[in-house]
């Protein structure tokens, strides 16, 4: 009888098995911040290597934009995640009581520099003080130049507009301007024939995460199990685009923006690993998308020195560690 037990079982368990391999993987949206290229290799490479379907999922990556609105999208439950940029954005959200949460952090520096002609004496960081055309973005003024005016001393008076085309740099040999390590100094040198000073703001203090994964809390309190899902997969993904055979991925960024080339793609992979931008610091021992308590109260503190929040705000509702610091991934790691 205990034999015939065990065997009945046995042979349902099987079944249970086949049909949960069977079962129709859940669909999942994720809105990026911007259109495809190769700072989102880790979701497309996830797509393209089937490692999200191994975990359940089917999911459709949703290019960003200059007129999407993926994070209003996510936020009333039109998308199901969201890829984040610096953590204002999340510290933003509990001010205003938006119900959004950052569940996972790919990026460990935001890629945000500042970029110099050599040899005109603006050669180090803090001779950056000594321009009066540092050309930003309006985003930029409100972000991270407030922090440098608070850290470093910068005027307001030195900032010129920036329209994002590199031309007004290039003809002034004077001048400083934003950009991602990732991409525009490539741009600069391909255009001008010279190669700029690069300032990465992460490596003097601006430490903030960036390229997070929000969702609304109610899909964290309802459904972590997906959550953990998605978070460990889109991990995963990182460490294969990064270490691994990324030619698919590359050919899906490229579907979604004709035009990228494989040149900045090649080149932007080769900078996220030579900064540490994806893959450094916790990441080391806790695996990529690693957030820790320490670091985010380091940048809140930052952004109430530099006047974006008030002290009394609960920043720790912006954020969870329950997703991360698993170490998944490490193994993969060449």
């Given at each position: 009888m205990k034999l015939?037990?065990?065997?009945?079982?046995?042979?349902?368990?099987?079944?249970?098995?086949?049909?949960?391999?069977?079962?129709?993987?859940?669909?999942?949206?994720?809105?990026?911040?911007?259109?495809?290229?190769?700072?989102?290799?880790?979701?497309?490479?996830?797509?393209?290597?089937?490692?999200?379907?191994?975990?359940?999922?089917k999911v459709t990556i949703v290019p960003g934009?200059?007129?999407?609105?993926?994070?209003?999208?996510?936020?009333?439950?039109?998308?199901?995640?969201?890829?984040?940029?610096?953590?204002?954005?999340?510290?933003?959200?509990?001010?205003?009581?938006?119900?959004?949460?950052?569940?996972?952090?790919?990026?460990?520096?935001?890629?945000?520099?500042?970029?110099?002609?050599?040899g005109q004496g603006l050669d180090s960081f803090a001779d950056l003080k000594k321009s009066n055309d540092i050309l930003l973005s309006k985003d930029g003024v409100a972000t991270f130049f407030q922090w440098m005016k608070a850290e470093y001393g910068f005027k307001d008076e030195q900032v010129k507009p920036f329209g994002f085309n590199p031309a007004p740099f290039i003809a002034n040999k004077a001048s400083v301007q934003q950009g991602y390590v990732t991409s525009e100094p490539l741009t600069i040198e391909k255009a001008a024939g010279f190669r700029p000073n690069v300032f990465l703001l992460a490596d003097y203090g601006f430490s903030t995460y960036s390229t997070t994964v929000e969702t609304r809390r109610e899909v964290v309190e309802k459904n972590p199990d997906l959550v953990q899902r998605f978070v460990?997969?889109?991990?995963?993904?990182?460490?294969n685009y990064l270490y691994g055979d990324n030619a698919k991925a590359k050919e899906l960024i490229k579907r979604d923006n004709p035009e990228m080339t494989d040149e900045l793609l090649d080149y932007s992979r080769a900078k996220m690993?030579?900064?540490?931008?994806?893959?450094?610091?916790?990441?080391?021992?806790?695996?990529i998308g690693a957030m820790t308590d320490a670091r985010m109260k380091d940048f809140f503190d930052k952004m109430v020195k530099a006047g974006l929040f008030k002290a009394d705000l609960d920043y720790r509702k912006a954020y969870t560690l329950q997703f991360v610091n698993r170490g998944v991934g490490l193994d993969l790691k060449k």
């Open positions: 015939n037990a065990w065997i009945t079982g046995a042979f349902a368990a099987c079944l249970c098995g086949s049909a949960l391999a069977q079962q129709s993987p859940t669909e999942v949206t994720f809105g990026t911040n911007w259109i495809a290229q190769g700072e989102h290799g880790g979701y497309y490479q996830a797509v393209a290597d089937g490692t999200y379907e191994k975990y359940g999922l934009g200059p007129r999407a609105s993926n994070r209003m999208l996510m936020t009333v439950g039109k998308l199901d995640f969201y890829m984040g940029g610096s953590l204002i954005q999340a510290f933003s959200a509990v001010e205003k009581d938006i119900p959004t949460i950052v569940v996972a952090a790919h990026f460990q520096k935001d890629p945000q520099v500042l970029l110099s002609h050599p460990d997969a889109s991990t995963i993904g990182w460490y690993k030579e900064y540490g931008i994806v893959d450094s610091g916790d990441t080391q021992k806790l695996g």
